[in-house]
């Protein structure tokens, strides 16, 4: 029993990823959610749990597009080395944000990486070579998964390629949420609670923030490696400012601190864009003014008021509820 | 050479638009302690104003009045009444209060005016160019290299000569010893906050002529603010000059060398300032 409630989260995530494909009628849609869901993750991993506010996520998003566009065009590589190198692609230039943004603090830090975000956008565009500027790397093919040469799942269905999406996000979910209660996520956490403290005890507090944004920069570049690969394309757009946005949005949205909000966040802001987009174009009027709400709100996200509601169904019954407020607080 | 010459003074010109861009951003700042995600929005607004009056036929110059009065009043508003009861929350739900807000205005841009952009011309007096030897330079922007230089003076004068400068800066160093001198610290918030938008409002009805209304000019403006006050350092009214004018100048000359890159150099530019002086050319350490 201790067992499974140490991996409650993964095993809830897991429950999310089968329940999908019932409730959604497009496999496409539900991909979609798996993929945002990671950028998510990590997003959630620098704001929740690191304290550091980065829209700067678009550009790992980006690069892990760009990255796997390449790789499938150019050197026709399979499934799994192409999103390997989308992760390192994306962890690589983490380092390289990280290691200018956070020399400084608060909100200078977050102005810095929305400038950089800026400036891989206009990077992009003028490396027309590389990322097909304003028309974006067209045709990319989606390889089946295979090791050695052996096909173990295809990806010709967009419910196919979801299983493979599945299986790759519930394994990232599983890491994280080790990396999260490791010793280094609870450092991570001193960092964000008191900087100076955590320094003070003789942590690195830089080295471990380039950890956190190196980790979510690879977990982002898997994410827009898998999203190039649904689509077939590789946009302008997924490097842009809006990409950035839109994951801190879903991140805040679900809930800051806990990996599975992350998945709530990104269901949420997919399937209510998908619904919403086809009733009002100008939707993202709505989702404004719910940021606005949520900011003066309902600061834990959606992740913050199921448990409220949970807690209010089954007053003060069992540890397992004890450890979720606990983990509230934290 | 005059190739070049003429590419500073344009620089000039788009750099002091980009200081009437940012300064509101850097006084917010000072006095509020937080970064305002919606300026560019406030920019984009102003710009939309503008188009609208001049094509109502009310004409230009009555939309460099009403185009930041109208941005300043708004803002007052949602600091009064909605703003306010953020200020006691951790940062980053300012930043998240002032992205939704810059998302809502930025939908509702499109809502009232369509996705698609819009030019503006600028009165028949400011059409042309003006010939001195063999430098020609367009007269419109000569126009807002001087009516933005009054601009630049009247807030200096206004945070250094006046009295509500002086209870501004005093605000910025303890917002409690403001209080306790018996003013009223919160009406002096939305003053400031008002003035920040107005300059940007104004910014933006500014630039309209010279690059058009769109609905994404918001995003691209706040990116450039903040470039600007990070080079000039965050909170400081000539950083904000200083840096102004060298994201112009080198936005402007690298168009000439390389014009595809010229808006990346921009952000390059950032990035070795950064490096050199991670407060920003004239910040304090530790201002953010």
């Known amino acids: ?330 | 050479m005059n190739i070049y010459l003429l590419q500073i003074a344009n620089g000039v010109g788009i750099g002091m638009l980009y200081f009437l861009l940012a300064v509101g951003l850097s006084i917010v700042f000072g006095l509020l302690r937080f970064v305002n995600f919606s300026h560019g929005a406030f920019f984009l607004l102003g710009a939309y104003l503008c188009f609208q009056v001049v094509d109502m036929g009310i004409g230009f110059w009555w939309s460099l009045l009403i185009a930041p009065l109208a941005v300043g009043l708004f803002a007052w508003v949602v600091e009064r009444f909605v703003l306010r009861h953020v200020y006691a929350l951790p940062h980053h739900f300012h930043i998240l209060f002032t992205v939704g807000l810059a998302l809502v205005l930025q939908e509702a841009v499109i809502s009232a005016w369509g996705p698609l952009g819009n030019n503006v011309s600028p009165p028949d007096m400011l059409q042309g160019v003006v010939m001195a030897g063999g430098f020609v330079y367009p007269k419109y922007r000569l126009f807002v290299i001087g009516l933005t230089a009054v601009m630049a003076l009247v807030l200096w004068w206004v945070l250094e000569g006046t009295r509500l400068g002086s209870i501004v800066r005093a605000g910025s160093e303890s917002t409690e010893m403001v209080s306790l001198l018996g003013l009223n610290i919160n009406r002096i918030f939305s003053l400031v906050f008002a003035l920040g938008a107005a300059t940007a409002g104004l910014a933006g009805a500014l630039a309209a002529p010279i690059r058009g209304a769109d609905p994404f000019m918001g995003v691209e403006a706040l990116g450039i603010a903040f470039v600007v006050v990070v080079v000039g350092g965050l909170g400081s009214f000539w950083g904000a000059l200083i840096g102004g004018l060298l994201v112009g100048i080198v936005q402007s000359v690298m168009s000439t060398v390389w014009s595809e890159g010229a808006h990346l150099m921009i952000y390059v530019a950032m990035a070795a300032v950064m490096l050199l002086r991670p407060n920003g050319l004239l910040g304090r350490p530790g201002a953010a």
């Open chain 1, 1 to 330: 029993m201790k067992h499974i409630v140490h991996f409650r989260y993964t095993l809830l995530a897991a429950a999310v990823v089968l329940l999908l494909p019932l409730l959604l009628s497009s496999g496409t849609l539900a991909t979609e959610v798996l993929v945002f869901a990671l950028a998510a993750l990590g997003c959630n991993l620098l704001l929740g749990y690191t304290g550091l506010m980065s829209f700067g996520q678009g550009i790992f998003f980006g690069v892990g597009s760009y990255a796997t566009g390449v790789v499938l065009l150019q050197l026709k590589l399979g499934l799994l080395p192409s999103l390997a190198l989308a992760a390192l692609g994306g962890a690589a230039v983490a380092l390289l944000v990280g290691w200018f943004s956070i020399r400084q603090r608060g909100t200078y830090f977050v102005m810095l990486t929305l400038a950089f975000a800026q400036m891989f956008y206009f990077l992009a565009y003028t490396m027309k070579d590389v990322t097909g500027g304003d028309n974006g790397l067209l045709d990319i093919p989606r390889p089946p998964l295979s090791v050695f040469g052996l096909t173990l799942l295809p990806t010709g269905t967009s419910w196919q390629y979801y299983t493979v999406v599945a299986i790759l996000f519930v394994l990232v979910f599983w890491m994280l949420q080790r990396v999260v209660d490791s010793v280094l996520g609870k450092t991570l956490l001193a960092v964000r609670d008191n900087e100076a403290r955590a320094s003070a005890l003789g942590y690195d507090v830089r080295l471990l923030k380039l950890a956190a944004f190196v980790i979510s920069g690879a977990v982002t570049g898997l994410a827009g490696g898998l999203h190039a690969m649904m689509t077939g394309v590789a946009p302008l757009s997924n490097i842009e400012y809006h990409t950035s946005e839109s994951i801190l949005v879903m991140t805040v949205i679900g809930g800051t601190g806990n990996l599975f909000a992350s998945l709530l966040g990104a269901a949420f802001y997919v399937l209510a864009g998908n619904w919403l987009s086809t009733l009002w174009p100008r939707w993202l009027m709505l989702l404004g003014l719910l940021l606005i709400a949520v900011s003066l709100y309902m600061q834990k996200g959606l992740f913050g008021l199921a448990v409220k509601l949970v807690k209010l169904l089954r007053p003060a019954k069992s540890g397992a509820q004890e450890s979720i407020a606990k983990e509230k607080h934290s």
